[in-house]
C-alpha cells in the first residue's frame, strides 16, 4: 500500500526556536497533502490544505505565519512551525491524496511529536 | 457544513466476540465517501475500510464491515471476531465527492477484554 513518511517522529525545540517537519509520500504523487494537529485524547484538527506549486489554504483560526507551509514537489510537503511556544506542543500529522486518476484515498504519516521547552 | 459525530467516546467488547461502533453525519450532497480509520497506541492512521455513497452494497474487509444507511445518515462500523490487535481509537471520516477535506467524527476508544 501506498506509504506517507514523516521526519522527525519526535523533536525537541527551545521556545523562540523554528523546528520543521517533512512529509514525504513515498511511492505515488501528491498534489495534495493535508497537515493537522492532534491533542491528547481528542480528534484530528485539519490545519491546512497543502497545494503543490501554490499557497496552502489554512483553516480559520490557524496563523499562517506561524505554521509555515511549503509543497514544493509532487512528493514533499514541509511544515514549519516559527518562534515556537510550548502551547504549540503537540502531536502534527500529515497526510497525503493519491493523485492518480482512480486515486481517492488518503494516507496518513505516523505522525510528529513536538515539544517546546 | 458536513459534520461527523461518534456518540460512544468508549467501547469495550469481549476477545473473539463482535463490536458495533456508530457513526452518523450530516450533509445535503448526495455523492461522498465514508471512512473508518484505526488508530493505536502508535498513533499512525490506519485506513480500516470506505465506503463510496453511491454503492447501496456494505462494504466489508475481512473482520470489518459497515452498516451504511444512506437515508438515515448512519455508518457503523461491525467488528466481529474481536483480537487485541483490534485496541485502538476508531474515528469515523467524512469526504465530499469532488473535495479535499476529510471531516473526522470525535473519536471511539475500543478495549479489548482478554
Known amino acids: 500500500g501506498a506509504v506517507v513518511s514523516q521526519h522527525p517522529s519526535w523533536v525537541i525545540c527551545k521556545s523562540g526556536t523554528s523546528v520543521k517537519i517533512e512529509c514525504r509520500s513515498l511511492d505515488f504523487q501528491a498534489t495534495t497533502m493535508f497537515w493537522y494537529r492532534q491533542f491528547p485524547k481528542q480528534s484530528l484538527m485539519l490545519m491546512a490544505t497543502?497545494?503543490?506549486?501554490?499557497?496552502?489554504?489554512?483553516e480559520q483560526g490557524v496563523e499562517k505565519d506561524k505554521f509555515l507551509i511549503n509543497h514544493a514537489s509532487l512528493t514533499l510537503s514541509t511544515l514549519t512551525v516559527t518562534s515556537a511556544h510550548p502551547e504549540d506542543s503537540s502531536f502534527y500529522i500529515c497526510?497525503?491524496?493519491?493523485?492518480?486518476?482512480?486515486?481517492?484515498?488518503?494516507?496518513f504519516g505516523e505522525g510528529s511529536w513536538l515539544t517546546v521547552v | 457544513a458536513q459534520t461527523v459525530t461518534q456518540s460512544q467516546p468508549e467501547m469495550s467488547v469481549q476477545e473473539a466476540e463482535t463490536v458495533t461502533l456508530s457513526c452518523t453525519y450530516d450533509t445535503s450532497e448526495s455523492d461522498y465517501y465514508l471512512f473508518w480509520y484505526k488508530q493505536p497506541p502508535s498513533r499512525q492512521m490506519i485506513l480500516v475500510i470506505r465506503q463510496e455513497a453511491y454503492k447501496q452494497q456494505n462494504a466489508t474487509e475481512n473482520r470489518f464491515s459497515v452498516n451504511f444507511q444512506k437515508a438515515a445518515k448512519s455508518f457503523s462500523l461491525k467488528i466481529s471476531d474481536s483480537q487485541l490487535g483490534d485496541a485502538a481509537m476508531y474515528f469515523c471520516a467524512y469526504r465530499l465527492q469532488g473535495a479535499q477535506k476529510l471531516v473526522f467524527g470525535q473519536g471511539t476508544r475500543l478495549t479489548i477484554n482478554p
Open positions: 497543502s497545494n503543490e506549486g501554490s499557497k496552502a489554504t489554512y
Open positions: 497526510s497525503a491524496r493519491d493523485s492518480s486518476v482512480s486515486g481517492n484515498t488518503i494516507y
